[in-house]
């Protein structure tokens, strides 16, 4: 398949219409997944209005309630009650692309509290990934530049005038904005210079001038006494930074092979717009492309992604812990990423382990009064349900959006109403199971 | 809760008529009915004057009169609750207490068996009737209110029994539903199982002139004692963890490991015990718990040490609790491996190790513990936090540890103070390698005593107190104490507390003496209940996100618990060394009133 050099505005039509599938799509790269009433106010709204809703929601204000409290819990210097802060936001939020596009630069910008050893900096940089996620790249780099758990774990701390540590210059330019080969070890050494006299005390970063290395760097030919902002600056100013950029944005929102014609349209987007991350996201969510076969259902859902979309569908009084946990399980333990590379995704969430804990995950959050979901009602899910295959075409209605084989939905019907008649409760928690488990359901 | 409640009467009386009796046969004790084969067994032998003590004590009036009760019945799940009492109510068409009385007011036992294929053990009880036409009656109500309340709301359709469900056992109806609950009444007699077979063994049970269950010598012997008392319980122990302990480990792989530390912890804990029976008696004013185990005797041995060593009345300000252990350490040290789960035993290696490095001695077995005496107390009291500008958000109580020398041994006491000293300096070096804050290290005089104390440096303005703040290390001797606390303000205070010079010659080849107490634990309630209250933000946040909570719930319950807990006034556990195994004693005091003083004076000698 071919895609021209743009991101030219999906248009719905007879045949591909804006329909519940594609809502849903939507809904699921742009946030977690939602319940139906959600699907269905993204299509009155239309695919621009809906993604520009979206990428736009301000801050869900119903998540202050919260907020204080992990301010309390972070006394007690749990990282399980950070993990199951973020977690229970992103499953509760009115402003689910805040919390995705947080996630995103958590695996980009990755950091892992097993070094760190600072909950408050941990936290203060997953506030700095919601709260200025979407506004300039360039900005979010700068301010990690200076971040506390960023300068602890890529050894910024250690770094002083006349023994620069080389980590954090040499990450900035191989994982977070540039990419391999396009720089030389040079600009890595007089860049780390310029990334000197920074100490980190009670969780917060302190400028430390004695420290700071303030002479001549020539970085990628170009010389002056720069300091860390301007080391960003010209990263960002080198032409390997948007492609570079835009590819790792469509891995993770769009699809895991995305054609060169797309990043090529995304590259350009990011620097007419100045790296504005939401105005450019806004653009790939309301693109032909992103609507497009090569798009759908094509990502392999992450365990937040799976977890947190699961949840939000089934409702119920959420236990954070046991989240935070099953999320683990499955590979991806959130605040202490694998590497300085974050995860790998796509096809490695799944093997045969991680398949395990997945299948897990769906007995124990579809159990009554399980550890997970725990006030949930199966009944309320089929509440006035009038599909014409009754309770298995609303679950598969709800959960796929009827993506499945019609040859699964054959099996389905035969066995559940069999089973049906035996308990109704039991064997819509079984059929919700069976849905969860399918390979469609853990496709975003 | 009431749902599952109101679900089990649901299915157990559904559609009911008169049934044929059969009049009890002389056998009294419900206990008879029970199958010798069982793993546990509870029993309250007269609920109802059970229920006329609780009615005439104090409780009642102050658990109404708590805010907490008064906030919690006005919620929707209160108003239900209140709702659904008179619903029954009217249904019985008397009043509860009489309906109580009557069904089931003069005992109730119930027991549980090993199930030999997969699923739930069996379970069965028996209760006895005050006044039989009153079971029926209540046993009819139950079921067409449950019925009532099934509709719409958590379950399918009207509960019905179906004839195939409903099987003749001589002249007595044994009824089911379909689901895993059966039940049968005989007399004055009801029986309810899971499991059909279990009801008609029991009914079999009716000629026996002797339970077969007090063949079994190991129950036998363990409830005689407790005869008499207002509930009785017993636990196969060594059966239950033969049957279960399997099943309960491969839970462990799914969730946590609770189930294997319940099993192997409490086991151990409990020193290897066979069995355990208990009892409980409320008088009133306070409930006593009394726990029989049958303790392993080598390690008994090793472990037991006379109850001669004199131990300081300590009463310090805003004390929460001490906890005494009359326990030879040494033994301890040496056999723990019989003793602490296998998990935690490479820890304890390390500690070893680190411990010895810290005193400057090879060996803690040969060079430090046989110089003290086996008596270990301790002391935990809430801080005031006036070294410190403002208190640390989460509030963790200091303790202390008030040890004894053999003689009076400036050796060892100058030992203790280098290995003191000694911790303090490592743990600020590995702080310094961290970028920590660091401990300073520093002394005070009170009266004639020195206090080597630790602390932190004071945090700035605009800083939130960490929770290290807790801590402010410190070791002091007084004549042959030593104590080892938390907090420079609980050393001062206990060493102002202790007697000038006590001496105490302590003979330890002294064997056991019968009724030895060996460890106190002393709690003192309203102290108590002021931690948790001071700690209530964090215990609410924490319920916010480990359970889902929202802030008003998580409050409202955590208001429930302090609001109950300033009901104890204290409470005391004892473990007792007796001719035949372990012996631990609860006693709670709920006599309201002012609030005596924080520990129980001990005779002195």
Sequence with gaps: ?444 | MLRIIFACFAVSFAGFQERAVRPASGVSNLCNFLPADSIAYFEVSNPGALLEKLKKSAVPERVQSLPSYQQNIKTGEGLRFITGIAALRAALGIDLEPAFHGAFGRGIAASITKNPKPGPPHALLVSRAGDPTVLLKVRDALAEFAQVRSFGEWHEGPVQVKKKNMKQFGDVEIVGTGEELFHAIAGDLLFISNHRASIEAALDRFELTEAPLMKNDKFAGAIRSFLGRDVIAWFDFEQFTKLYAPNLRERETMDEPFPALLVGGVKQAFLGSAWLAGSLQFNGSSVDVTLDTSALPELSKATFIPDIVNIPNINVRRQIGTFTIRRDVNAFWNDHEGIVLPELDAEFSKFNTTAATIFGVRRMDEDVFPKLTPVSHFIVARQSYSNLPKAPKVKIPAFAVLLQVKEDSKKITEGFRRAFQTAIALSAADAAQKGRAALGLTEETVGEQKIYYSTYPDPEEDEEVALEYNFSPAFCSKGNYLIVSSTHELARDVILQLPAAPRTEVNVSEPAKASSTLDELYIHGPEAMRALDENSAGIIANAMLENGKSKAQASRELAGIVDLASLVRSAAVRSVATPSGMQFQLKIDLEPGPVTPAVESRPRK
């Design chain 1, 1 to 444: 398949m071919s895609f021209d050099n743009t991101l030219k505005p999906f248009v719905p039509t007879a045949t591909r219409p804006f329909d519940e599938r594609a809502g849903a799509h939507l809904l699921r790269r742009a946030g977690f997944g939602g319940s139906r009433d959600e699907i269905l106010e993204l299509i009155k709204e239309g695919p621009a209005a809906a993604a520009e809703r979206l990428v736009n929601a301000p801050p869900d204000s119903a998540l202050v309630e919260l907020d204080e409290t992990l301010d309390t819990a972070l006394s007690g210097n749990d990282i399980e009650n950070l993990r199951a802060w973020w977690l229970l936001r992103m499953v509760r939020t009115a402003a689910p692309f805040r919390e995705k596009l947080a996630l995103f630069l958590h695996g980009h910008f990755a950091t892992a509290q097993r070094k760190v050893q600072s909950l408050r900096a941990m936290h203060a940089q997953i506030k700095l990934f919601l709260n200025k996620g979407s506004g300039s790249f360039r900005s979010t780099a700068k301010d990690v530049a200076r971040d506390a758990a960023m300068l602890i774990y890529l050894d910024g701390i250690k770094s002083e005038k006349g023994k620069p540590n080389e980590n954090f210059a040499r990450e900035l330019m191989e994982l977070f904005i540039l990419g391999r080969g396009q720089y030389s070890e040079l600009d890595i050494r007089e860049a780390a210079r310029a990334f000197t006299g920074w100490r980190v005390d009670g969780g917060r970063a302190r400028r430390f001038t004695p420290a700071f290395d303030a002479g001549v760097k020539t970085i990628f030919n170009k010389t002056g006494a720069f300091g860390p902002g301007e080391v960003v600056d010209l990263c960002i100013e080198h032409p390997a930074s948007a492609p570079f950029l835009a590819k790792k944005i469509l891995r993770f929102f769009v699809c895991p092979e995305p054609p060169e014609e797309i990043v090529n349209a995304v590259a350009r987007e990011l620097r007419e717009q100045d790296f504005a991350i939401g105005s450019v996201m806004i653009k790939i969510f309301q693109s032909d492309f992103f609507y497009s076969d090569a798009a759908y259902r094509v990502n392999v859902k992450s365990p937040v992604e799976f977890t947190v979309g699961t949840l939000r569908i089934l409702g119920g009084r959420i236990g954070g812990h046991a989240l935070a946990r099953a999320v683990a399980e499955m590979g991806q333990n959130l605040l202490d990423p694998p590497s300085v590379k974050g995860w790998d995704g796509h096809k490695s969430w799944i093997h045969a382990a991680t398949w395990l804990a997945r299948v897990q995950f769906v007995f124990s959050a579809t159990q009554q009064g399980g550890p997970l979901a725990r006030d949930f009602e199966v009944k309320k899910l089929f509440d006035n349900n009038s599909h014409q295959d009754g309770d298995v075409g609303a679950a598969l209605s709800l959960l796929l959006q009827n993506d499945a084989p019609a040859e699964v939905r054959e099996e389905l019907l035969n066995h559940y109403n069999v089973k049906k008649e035996r308990n109704g409760d039991a064997a819509r928690r079984d059929l919700l199971r069976v849905i969860l488990t399918m390979p469609e359901f853990h496709c975003a």
